[in-house]
């Protein structure tokens, strides 16, 4: 049972993977700097459906608006989010300010404005996986310390997820996290949020909270943050991706080696890179199930929030570096060697 996070004297791996598989199939770089514009229906589709939902439940009973939004608005909450995603690292449209709109109107129907402002933190998360200053996706130590391992905690912060990820970003001091478009995300949000209350009432606003909450946590699609980094099958393993049906519906955001080794590559391509380099992803652990995730994670005791590799390590990548393509970050950057501790 850990009672702290992993220590790694190496760089994170992903970078020296790039390198590697470009060198053996340089038919890859192709696909690098691909746009899908086509992401586009698949907002229209969900911010639809999760409107039309918010009003059909406008006037029903609690737990008829609980149950709507787990077993269904859950599921298109995610996706907006996969969304979100897409858009932080501008593979929508050519134009960064046409991803940010997209970004933005993605986020409407999971009424807190949280769109740009994970692109700002996500995009580190890339360039610093496991440097906790830097790293919104690991956990604080006073979380890691609070939930413990066991099954209450764990659901509880799982139930509290967004909250939890909010207060993280208090941690990150070295980053400029307030800009014009953050502000435009909380203003259009805001006006959003206003026109649901005056014309659906305050329980639609309700439902579409709870879909954001029951998206990234308490729900079996909560397993995704589990899959991504935590240490569940080899200890020395710091990504994982999950090969499952949920795929299908979460525009492929299970093939997360793929998508950190190649962050550049829409999600419709990432399939390709797995097909083209089987020898790079046939050797690592993979997840099929989120169902069996999300309950192992919650009794498992030897699975904590402890169960993270951290480093202190940057190597030479700044943060300007965020904006290179993956071709020219791995041509760039000298790779530190290490070893995890």
Request: hydrophobic share 45%; with cysteine; net charge positive.
């Given at each position: ?19 590697q ?14 746009k ?7 907002i229209l ?7 039309g ?14 149950a ?33 709109w ?5 986020n409407?129907?999971?009424?807190l ?28 130590w ?15 912060w799982?139930l ?13 001091y ?7 478009w ?5 203003l ?17 606003l309700?439902?579409?909270l709870?879909?954001l ?12 943050w ?12 710091e ?33 390709e890179?797995k ?27 030897e ?8 480093r ?30």
């Open positions: 049972m850990l009672t702290d996070f992993v220590r790694s004297n190496a760089s994170e791996p992903h970078r020296i993977r790039t390198r598989i470009l060198k053996s199939h340089p038919e890859l770089k192709k696909l690098i700097g691909q899908n514009p086509n992401t586009i229906w698949v589709a969900c911010v639809s459906l999760m409107t939902m918010a009003w059909l439940v406008r006037d029903q009973s609690w737990w008829v608006i609980i709507a939004a787990w077993f269904i608005g859950a599921f298109p909450a995610h996706t907006l989010f996969v969304c979100i995603h897409e858009a932080a690292h501008n593979l929508i449209f050519r134009k960064p300010t046409a991803n940010m997209a970004a933005i109107f993605a409407l129907p999971t009424i404005p949280t769109a740009l402002s994970f692109k700002n933190f996500h995009i580190k998360h890339h360039a610093f996986q496991g440097v906790h200053e830097l790293d919104a996706d690991l956990p604080d006073y979380e890691a310390k609070l939930i413990n391992n066991y099954a209450i905690g764990k659901a509880l799982l509290f997820f967004p909250i939890f990820q909010a207060i993280r970003t208090l941690r990150m070295e980053l400029a996290v307030i800009d014009k953050v502000l435009a995300n909380i259009v949000q805001l006006v959003f949020d206003t026109l649901i209350v005056v014309l659906f009432g305050w329980k639609a309700a439902f579409m709870l879909c909450f029951f998206s990234v946590g308490l729900h079996p699609l909560g397993a995704r589990i899959q991504e980094h935590y240490l569940t099958l080899d200890p020395e393993q990504t994982y991706s999950y090969y499952g049906g949920l795929n299908s519906v979460n525009l492929n955001v299970g093939f997360h080696n793929e998508h950190h080794d190649f962050p550049s590559i829409p999600w419709n391509r990432l399939p890179i097909k083209s380099a089987p020898e790079y992803y046939d050797t690592l652990k993979f997840h099929t199930s989120y169902v069996r995730l999300f309950f192992r994670f919650l009794f498992d005791q699975i904590s929030l402890y169960s993270r590799i951290v202190k390590e940057r190597g030479r990548v700044t943060v300007a570096d965020q904006s290179k393509p993956d071709l020219e970050l791995v041509q760039s950057q000298a790779i530190p060697t290490g070893s995890v501790a």
